[in-house]
């Protein structure tokens, strides 16, 4: 986030300049490139992106999160998003992440449920107030046993706490990717069926619902390195789904 605060300061003095007569913007900038519309004072802000999430979503220290491979592939491709969230490290250190300016903001939080999600969300959301939430919750529901009606209950009331603070949020619920136990990937793939139905029921025309397929051609065995976590290529891949779903809303 802090990042665009500073192009955005930056562009309200290259403005205030132009309007005094003192010049225009840096050599080789343009008052576009910095979301100026000629010397005037409107900023182009961009949209806030949550991901929102479990260990998956924040990643261990040491690795990258799949949040480095979506912002390199935003930025590589000129979208411009704001990553917001009430955390920026991964679990117990940072996230390697080599992605020029790296947006580290995320609400990925380890080991958490989707009820220790929804007592926390009001909270966050108020605090960030993202346009776009990138929802990957669920899986360590299924480590606790709890029930399929229970998680997707609990999800509704997600998006609905959301929309108390953004009632034109979009949300890009995932079908979770699937684990090396072959007991708790059948428990997954048994939640990831609720997804569809789940989204059809909550989405609105202000606030629509996306099911992102995360499941699909996702190979614990090569593209995690414990069986739940991704490795590189697994990033790569979170990255490339989300990447497909989220370009056209920013």
Request: overall charge negative.
């Amino acid at each position: 986030m802090r990042q665009w605060m500073n192009q955005v300061w930056g562009a309200l003095g290259i403005a205030l300049l132009g309007l005094l007569g003192c010049g225009g913007p840096p050599e080789g900038e343009s008052l576009e490139v910095l979301g100026m519309e000629n010397a005037g004072v409107t900023v182009m802000t961009p949209k806030r992106v949550m991901p929102l999430g479990d260990s998956i979503t924040q990643g261990a220290a040491g690795h990258a999160s799949y949040r480095c491979e979506l912002w390199r592939k935003l930025t590589r491709n000129r979208y411009k998003a704001d990553f917001v969230g009430t955390l920026s490290t991964g679990y117990l250190g940072e996230n390697t992440c080599s992605s020029p300016g790296f947006d580290r903001d995320h609400e990925g939080h380890w080991s958490w449920r989707t009820d220790q999600v929804l007592a926390n969300i009001s909270n966050w959301a108020e605090s960030t107030r993202p346009d776009l939430v990138l929802i990957h919750l669920g899986t360590n529901d299924t480590y606790h046993d709890q029930t399929e009606d229970s998680t997707v209950s609990e999800l509704e009331q997600i998006i609905d706490r959301l929309r108390v603070v953004n009632p034109r949020v979009k949300v890009f619920l995932a079908q979770l990717i699937p684990t090396a136990g072959a007991a708790l990937a059948l428990k997954i793939q048994s939640l990831n069926q609720r997804m569809p139905g789940l989204a059809a029921a909550k989405s609105t025309a202000d606030s629509p619902v996306y099911v992102v397929d995360q499941w699909t051609d996702f190979n614990p065995s090569t593209d995690t390195y414990d069986g739940v976590h991704p490795n590189l290529i697994g990033e790569e891949k979170m990255a490339e789904r989300w990447y497909q779903a989220i370009r056209e809303h920013l």
